[in-house]
């Protein structure tokens, strides 16, 4: 089929999993089993569409054939004739729906996601802008029936929050935020503003899929492990004991700082769920910038000139710079991000179908 992807391995693959799942340890591993389910399940939804697509490419063809032969019956010629602008339709949104099926998935589309927040240029408004972002998230994920553990946080002063970093646990939940990652720029007047003039500031968003110990293996004697005691602006989060837990990997020099929890123990665990998925997503990086130029989900330094969006508050409007897409902001605000996640979802998948068909 033309300008349409080789369906000989997605049928290869296919049989090569029904082998498989006919064999009788193949649910042994439980985790394994439901990773390849998943896929069976998709490449015969391909092979699916494929199929339907080449039926009504061969119905146009005979639809076409019909009204150029000279001996056919003239009441079928016409009849054929005014099949043929539905079946052009029918079969140009079957392709459309093939090209995209046949796009591979992101790996990390089903995991869970930590999100961390922190405080870029501009101060106490900046830090104030991260606990107004955080919030929306939280709403965001309750609005779609997720769960939402606190990580870490450091508060400040101004009652926002210098860095925060939340697990989100549900269905598909990095598929739906990974386009988040980047820097956010707020333009407002502050509270303590006497003159009324607007100031800029950035926090930015990381999204990380939640990595597993077989994903990525840390030595022990690669941790270098201090604890101290937790503390917080306004009292809160102190504690008498030292539970608050500082955990650096050696090798890259990545560090995270967890005293959410009162114990050890759990601030400990909640350290080495974060640090494996930060080292996933640097080794995910890695591996993308072999093949790509720029990473969609950057974060960047935080400077204000590098924005992925920007909130407009006396303009109620917020506006996503990679799409151009402009929407009102109080409700965004609340945690209504569906009609913002979908247009960024589709504008990748556009991106993406036309770098297949350009043969990148």
């Given at each position: 089929?033309?300008?349409?992807?080789?369906?000989?391995?997605?049928?290869t693959?296919?049989?090569?999993?029904?082998?498989k799942?006919a064999?009788?340890?193949?649910?042994?591993?439980?985790?394994?089993a439901a990773?390849?389910?998943r896929e069976?399940?998709?490449?015969?939804?391909?092979?699916g569409?494929?199929?339907?697509?080449?039926?009504?490419?061969?119905?146009?063809?005979?639809?076409?054939a019909l009204?150029?032969?000279?001996?056919?019956?003239?009441?079928?010629?016409e009849?054929?004739e005014?099949?043929?602008?539905?079946?052009e339709?029918?079969?140009?949104?079957?392709?459309?729906?093939?090209?995209?099926a046949?796009?591979?998935p992101?790996?990390?589309?089903s995991?869970?996601?930590?999100?961390?927040?922190?405080a870029?240029?501009?101060?106490?408004?900046?830090?104030?802008f991260?606990?107004d972002?955080?919030?929306?998230y939280?709403?965001?994920a309750d609005?779609?029936?997720?769960k939402?553990?606190?990580?870490?946080?450091?508060?400040?002063d101004?009652g926002g929050?210098?860095?925060?970093s939340?697990?989100?646990?549900?269905?598909?939940?990095?598929?739906?935020?990974?386009?988040?990652?980047?820097?956010?720029?707020?333009q407002?007047?502050?509270?303590?503003?006497?003159?009324?003039?607007?100031?800029?500031s950035?926090?930015?968003?990381?999204?990380l899929?939640?990595?597993?110990e077989?994903?990525?293996?840390?030595?022990?004697?690669?941790?270098?492990?201090?604890?101290?005691?937790?503390?917080?602006?306004?009292?809160?989060?102190?504690n008498?004991?030292?539970?608050?837990?500082?955990m650096?990997?050696?090798?890259?020099?990545v560090?995270?700082y967890?005293?959410?929890?009162r114990?050890?123990?759990?601030?400990r665990?909640?350290?080495?769920?974060?640090?494996r998925?930060?080292?996933?997503?640097?080794?995910q990086?890695?591996?993308?910038?072999?093949?790509a130029?720029?990473?969609?989900?950057?974060?960047?330094?935080?400077?204000?000139?590098?924005?992925i969006?920007t909130?407009?508050?006396?303009?109620n409007?917020?506006?996503?710079?990679?799409?151009?897409?402009?929407?009102?902001l109080?409700p965004?605000m609340?945690?209504?991000?569906?009609?913002?996640?979908?247009a960024?979802?589709?504008a990748?998948?556009?991106a993406?179908?036309?770098?297949?068909?350009?043969?990148?």
């Open positions: 089929m033309e300008g349409i992807p080789d369906i000989a391995p997605f049928r693959r296919k049989e090569e999993l029904d082998a799942m064999e009788p340890d193949f649910f042994s591993d439980q985790r394994k990773e390849l389910g069976h399940t998709r490449l015969s939804e391909i092979i569409m494929y199929d339907a697509a080449a039926k009504l490419e061969d119905d146009l063809a005979g639809n076409r009204i150029g032969d000279p001996d056919a019956d003239a009441e079928l010629k009849l054929a005014e099949e043929i602008a539905g079946l339709e029918e079969l140009a949104a079957k392709r459309e729906e093939l090209l995209l046949m796009l591979p992101d790996p990390s589309d995991r869970n996601t930590i999100i961390e927040i922190r870029g240029a501009g101060g106490d408004e900046a830090s104030l991260a606990g972002l955080t919030r929306m939280h709403r965001y609005a779609s029936g997720w939402v553990e606190p990580m870490g946080a450091s508060e400040s101004a929050f210098k860095e925060i939340f697990l989100i646990t549900g269905e598909d939940v990095y598929k739906v935020l990974k386009y988040e990652s980047g820097v956010h720029r707020v407002r007047v502050p509270a303590t503003e006497a003159s009324g003039r607007i100031h800029t950035t926090a930015t968003v990381a999204v899929p939640e990595a597993e077989v994903d990525i293996e840390i030595k022990p004697e690669d941790l270098e492990i201090t604890t101290t005691r937790a503390s917080g602006a306004g009292g809160q989060h102190v008498t004991t030292d539970s608050a837990v500082q650096t990997h050696k090798p890259t020099g560090t995270v967890c005293a959410d929890e114990s050890q123990h759990k601030n665990a909640k350290a080495l769920t974060v640090m998925s930060r080292l996933l997503e640097a080794k990086r890695e591996e993308q910038e072999k093949y130029a720029d990473r969609r989900s950057q974060v960047g330094t935080g400077d204000r000139s590098e924005r969006r909130y407009n508050f006396p303009q409007r917020l506006t996503d710079h990679r799409i151009g897409l402009s929407l009102s109080p965004v609340e945690g209504a991000l569906d009609d913002l996640v979908e960024l979802r589709r990748d998948l556009q993406r179908l036309d770098a297949m068909n350009a043969g990148k």
